[in-house]
């Protein structure tokens, strides 16, 4: 079955940075897009970033310059590298992929949290 497993959320200072990860299983993680979400306390589900099978990104405004996404097909994994973080990206961050075969999958997400 399909299962997204992220990690390496934590606490940091503003301007700092994390580096997410998803790990991927249960179908054929080069072949599909992939997403970080993210979701504040009292806000709706925001789309972060997206990659294609392909390599293709694409940005939240908000976080343009500052993150990047990226994926290692070899090891089933996309990551999100986050600089520059602001108080306003604290979140629960979520991998997601999404395909007709499967549906909306996500993972459990990972909280971060950036406070002085």
């Known amino acids: 079955q399909v299962q997204l497993v992220e990690s390496g959320g934590g606490l940091v200072q503003p301007g700092g940075s994390l580096r997410l990860s998803c790990a991927a299983s249960?179908?054929?993680?080069?072949?599909?897009?992939m997403n970080w979400y993210r979701q504040a306390p009292g806000k709706e589900r925001e789309l972060v970033a997206g990659?294609?099978?392909?390599?293709?990104?694409n940005y939240a405004d908000s976080v343009k310059g500052r993150f990047t996404i990226s994926r290692d097909n070899a090891k089933n994994t996309v990551y999100l590298q986050m600089n520059s973080l602001k108080p306003e990206d604290t979140a629960v961050y979520y991998c997601?992929?999404?395909?007709?075969?499967?549906?909306?999958?996500w993972g459990q997400g990972t909280q971060v949290t950036v406070s002085s």
């Open positions: 997601n992929v999404r395909s007709v075969l499967y549906g909306d999958r």
């Open positions: 249960g179908f054929t993680f080069s072949r599909y897009s």
């Open positions: 990659i294609t099978s392909g390599g293709s990104t």
